[in-house]
Nanobody, 119 residues
């Protein structure tokens, strides 16, 4: 049973930074795509970034150049370093895992961690 626990969210001013973490258990992370999703109030769930099984990385255009995804296989942890945050980044952020990156939006997710950016 896959379990994901996100942490690191909070409230920051525009231009600030946060680092999200996702502790994973109950699976072998080197055969799964891992990624971050977010959902703002009243909006659809949005894909943010992913690390595929071959360690290739992809970002949504809205965060490319500002966010950095990384993972540590030794402790089964996924990270999202978020810099130069803007109010448009305000959302609940979720860690997700799936055998295929293309299915992350429908994958198993954690409970989420809230990120609030004020102007």
């Amino acid at each position: 049973q896959v379990q994901l626990v996100e942490s690191g969210g909070g409230s920051v001013q525009a231009g600030g930074s946060l680092r999200l973490s996702c502790a994973a258990s109950g699976w072998t992370n080197n055969i799964y795509c891992m990624g971050w999703l977010r959902q703002a109030p009243g909006k659809k769930l949005e894909w943010v970034a992913e690390v595929d099984t071959d360690d290739s990385i992809n970002y949504a255009g809205s965060v490319k150049g500002r966010f950095t995804i990384s993972k540590e296989n030794a402790n089964n942890t996924l990270y999202l370093q978020m810099d130069n945050l803007s109010p448009e980044d305000t959302a609940m952020y979720y860690c997700a895992v799936h055998r295929y990156c293309a299915s992350l939006l429908t994958a198993v997710r954690g409970q989420g961690t809230q990120v609030t950016v004020s102007s």
